[in-house]
């Protein structure tokens, strides 16, 4: 005879007082299947923790973002933010899509190459690009964001010794009535710096300006910023053309769309709340369309947004290694997925789901990771239910920036799988192993003996 | 180790403990552990039945159970020795 499914025992204090008006779910349906493959035949194959990418989930994700820009706007080019997410496969995936690549340092430009993007459709951010990235980039003609003075002078004197026009546009912050400001990258619009780098450049016409830039900052929660950075970047170009007879072909709104995470502090679920691709878009070409460039003149649109096309498509695999209580008799489990691993966890809260079924009996539980670090919480406070050792749980919305911040810290980092078209799982990342980090090291050969 | 006299448990799992007016809910496994412990047997006993009735083994049942009757302990719903003793 077959045995009962064990739960263990739980007593659960009942309160009294108010409930919550927004009625917040205290269990979620299990995810036991990722596009058709099972969570328990993934972990048994590539281990625990393990990453898992939707291909789908990107695909019909960039697809969705195209459609909100291009059914509003005439001329839109997304480009993928390298930095998001770098692995080879996601960002072909993206490539095949149509992006262009964006790129913020050497590393990330040889990356991009080494794909076999074209030179000309890599924009190249971030304040520092070293002088053989500079050569490279211009000699491939890829657009070079210039991000401070000091660049703009590196570039114009490569330009002379290489004989070449390298293609630039300057990256220009602004107050768009968000807080904080940033206003650390590019040039001022309101005091003036733009303005100085644009004169600098047309007057030296040793580079084409070809495009205005702006990135005003992360996860932002109002699409209406966009709009007030469209009108600027767009009254700066039109008076641009009216002072030099130039005009530039694109206008570059940079990224910062939020995911559906939910940030920490937040009363209610991201999901329910964030903007859509359809809030971004209507703002901001809305900006554009309404601004003074004639009908057939509209520049370019280029998108660097990452976070909100990968977000979705990423979800980390874990397993409980242990359930304990604390002094004060709370809940706490813990699982093999630490904050190394999962750098986003120190802004979201994520949503985690257990990967089997359940009842709907549940625990106020604080989710630890198995870093010998009292730093290492997953979630201060949810409610899950009662999982056992070994049992498997999945967090959501992991695709941006852990697989490009994650650290290498007292654990090595795991598998990452991607699922294709056709449900099939591929590696696309191997597991760190002690001999990939020790081959990194070299010992000193007075430190090689002591005493066994 | 007994469960006190007066708290009331009902078959759906619900309990109630008369002297301070606070209630709990407790799952299927939870209430048949109770009423275990009411039929006064032992922890060898009750490990005995529960792993022969659920997909389970001895090491994470008896974890589980003792944290269980800590719990009990926390919220004042077994007698104190000095009590059982009197």
Same mark, same amino acid.
């Given at each position: 005879m077959s045995k009962t499914r064990y739960e263990r025992p739980v007593i659960k204090k009942l309160e009294t007082g108010m409930?919550?008006? /927004?009625? %917040?779910?205290t269990e979620y349906e299990p995810l036991t299947h990722i596009d058709g493959v099972a969570v328990n035949d993934l972990i048994g194959k590539y281990g625990s923790p393990l990453f898992v990418i939707s291909e789908k989930t990107i695909r019909s994700t960039i697809k969705k973002a195209k459609k909100a820009f291009e059914t509003r706007y005439p001329k839109v080019q997304f480009a993928w =933010? $390298?930095? %998001?997410? $770098?692995?080879n496969a996601v960002c072909s995936i993206f490539h095949q899509e149509g992006s262009w690549a964006e790129v913020v340092s050497g590393f990330e430009y040889d990356k991009a190459i080494n794909l076999?993007?074209?030179?000309?459709k890599i924009i190249f951010n971030g304040p520092d690009k070293s002088e053989q990235d500079l050569t490279k980039a211009i000699t491939n003609d890829s657009l070079i964001h210039i991000d401070h003075l000091d660049e703009l002078y590196s570039i114009t004197e490569l330009a002379e010794k290489l004989n070449k026009r390298p293609r630039v546009a300057i990256r220009v912050n602004m107050? %768009?009535?968000? $807080?904080? @400001?940033?206003?650390? /990258?590019? &040039?001022? $619009?309101e005091n003036g710096q733009a303005w100085d780098a644009i004169n600098k450049i047309m007057h030296s016409e040793? @580079?084409?300006?070809v495009g205005l830039h702006c990135h005003i900052g992360t &996860? @932002?929660? =109002?699409?209406f910023a966009y709009g007030i950075a469209a009108a600027k970047l767009a009254d700066l170009a039109l008076a641009l053309e009216q002072k030099f007879k130039h005009e530039i072909k694109y206008i570059d709104l940079g990224g910062g769309f939020a995911s559906k995470n939910t940030l920490k502090? =937040? /009363?209610?679920?991201g999901n329910d709340t964030n903007p859509t691709f359809d809030d971004f878009a209507e703002v901001i070409s809305t900006a554009l369309i309404n601004s003074n460039f004639k009908k057939d003149k509209l520049p370019l649109l280029i998108l660097e947004t990452g976070r909100a096309l990968v977000d979705e498509a990423g979800f980390l695999l874990g397993s409980v290694i242990s359930n304990k209580r604390s002094s004060t008799g709370r809940r706490n489990t813990i699982l093999d997925v630490g904050v190394n691993i999962l750098f986003t966890s120190f802004w979201y809260d994520h949503k985690i789901t257990p990967a089997q079924s359940f009842t709907h009996y549940s625990e106020d539980t604080c989710l630890y990771g198995p870093?010998? @670090?009292?730093?290492?919480?997953?979630?201060e406070s949810t409610t899950l239910p009662l999982l056992n050792k070994g049992e498997h749980v999945v967090i959501h919305?992991?695709?941006?920036y852990n697989m490009t911040q994650w650290m290498q810290f007292i654990t090595l980092r795991p598998n990452v799988v991607l699922i294709d078209m056709d449900e099939k799982p591929h590696l696309i990342r191997s597991k760190e192993s002690l001999e990939n980090m020790n081959s990194m090291e070299k010992v000193p050969n007075h430190l090689e003996r002591f005493d066994k | 180790m007994k469960l006190r006299k007066n708290v009331a448990v009902s078959e759906a799992g619900l309990l109630f403990n008369p002297v301070n007016g606070e209630s709990y809910s407790l799952n299927p496994i939870g209430v048949e552990i109770l009423n275990l412990i009411r039929e006064d047997k032992s922890p060898e006993q009750i490990i005995k039945v529960i792993l022969e009735k659920y997909s389970t083994d001895k090491a994470t049942f008896e974890k589980d159970y003792f944290d269980f009757i800590g719990i009990l302990e926390h919220h004042n719903l077994l007698e104190s020795h000095e009590e059982t003793n009197a």
């Open positions: 409930p919550n008006k /927004f009625g %917040t779910k =933010s $390298y930095k %998001t997410n $770098y692995l076999g993007v074209d030179g000309r107050d %768009t009535g968000v $807080y904080p @400001m940033w206003d650390r /990258f590019g &040039f001022n $619009y040793k @580079m084409e300006l &996860f @932002m929660l =109002s699409p502090g =937040s /009363f209610l679920p870093l010998c @670090m009292n730093i290492d919480v997953i979630r919305n992991v695709g941006a | -």
